[in-house]
């Protein structure tokens, strides 16, 4: 699967839009994309995930470019509850079905 | 639903020792997956299951086995303790595989450290 790189941190003001990118220039055609977030010391949670369309969910949106090449997790308003590691990961099924988690972006939700 | 559940929670080895650590889930998933995570890194896949009696090796397989033998549990083992296996264990589980439908739900974790 294609690998995926992020900004080691990010800093968002409660109440306001976080946007985390994510690039994933060398993904292929069959490979979706996908997000979770780990909160200190809990499991990996599951936000959303996408091939090529944009798609939103009640956790989240996720806006992936025309040529794939890059996405974007938007957290429309967030709270101090945001403040977790994010990780994008690329997965196309193939193979064994690791999801591959890489370091992420820890995103920190400030008062 | 309690998803995944693991146990214990936290657990402290001797070098040497053996241990099982337990995962469920009550989501009728026929795909169970164990990882670890060593601190201030990502996750690494150890073991994985396709459904009841199938198994297979992740991306680090060593010093550790597993058994299927239910759908609902997927315990993990460790024959003898040694202290690169300190670390977070997570327990997951997916209704299937396939590239636009593996969301993976996964268990609180077990802190294991080997002195």
């Known amino acids: 699967d294609a690998k995926t790189t992020q900004p080691t941190s990010m800093d968002c003001a409660e109440g306001r839009a976080a946007n985390l990118p994510c690039n994933h220039s060398?993904?292929?055609?069959?490979?979706?994309v996908y997000w979770y977030r780990q909160i200190h010391s809990q499991g990996p949670q599951y936000i959303i995930h996408?091939?090529?369309n944009n798609e939103t969910n009640e956790m989240a949106s996720l806006i992936i470019t025309e040529d794939r090449k890059s996405s974007t997790l938007i957290l429309p308003h967030a709270t101090l509850r945001d403040t977790a590691v994010y990780y994008c990961?690329?997965?196309?099924?193939?193979?064994?079905?690791?999801?591959?988690f890489g370091k992420g972006t820890k995103l920190s939700v400030i008062p | 639903n309690a998803g995944v559940t693991q146990t214990p929670k936290f657990r402290i080895l001797k070098i040497g020792q053996s241990m099982t650590l337990q995962c469920t889930q009550d989501?009728?998933?026929?795909?169970m997956y164990w990882y670890r995570q060593d601190p201030g890194m990502g996750l690494k896949l150890i073991y994985y299951?396709?459904?009841?009696?199938?198994?297979d090796k992740g991306e680090v397989p060593n010093g550790y086995n597993v058994s299927r033998s239910t759908t609902e549990d997927f315990p993990l083992r460790l024959e003898l303790a040694a202290p690169s296996q300190t670390s977070v264990y997570f327990c997951?589980?997916?209704?299937?595989?396939?590239?636009?439908?593996?969301?993976?739900?996964f268990g609180p974790g077990t802190r294991l450290t080997v002195l």
């Open positions: 997951a589980s997916s209704y299937s595989r396939v590239a636009g439908g593996n969301e993976q739900f």
């Open positions: 060398t993904i292929s055609g069959n490979e979706y």
């Open positions: 996408g091939l090529k």
């Open positions: 990961i690329a997965y196309s099924g193939a193979g064994s079905y690791q999801l591959t």
């Open positions: 989501m009728n998933h026929n795909y």
């Open positions: 299951s396709v459904g009841a009696g199938i198994t």
